[in-house]
């Protein structure tokens, strides 16, 4: 955490000043995380500091931000030949036998599987060009 604090003063990522009258800063946590080799065995410890996002704001409206950003996203793996499941409306498919790829939306996070590893990172490559 130390090491990521220093970072951030030295990257000059934020600069710590008052709040106008009337405004409510938003709440940070810390996220923590151990990277683990392929044999399990721990090769770094991260810290990651992180707004808490869900707190309300006068004026938003979190859920028709929501829905758009689905749109969106609804769309973009339209036009990747991607099929939404007609019972799973959060599972979306494309290919069939080894060249499928089953892409579930969870919230705003996306879980990708498929047998061949270079379909899946093709697929990614495809979503940051679009994102």
Known sequence: MLEEMKAIEENEIWQL???PLGCHPINLK???KVKRDKLSAIVKHKARLVIR???RCEGIDFKE?????????DAMLGEL????CAT???LYMRGWGKE??????????LIITGVLTEDINSFKREM????
Do not use: C, M, T
């Open 53 to 55: 996002g869900f707190i």
């Open 30 to 32: 810390w996220v923590y």
């Open 88 to 90: 799973e409306h959060v």
């Open 17 to 19: 000043i008052d709040p």
């Open 65 to 73: 931000v929501s829905r758009a950003w689905n749109a969106k996203l």
């Open 100 to 109: 499928e790829i089953v892409v579930g939306v969870y919230v705003d996070d």
């Open 128 to 131: 940051v060009a679009r994102f």
């Open 81 to 84: 030949r991607f099929q939404r």
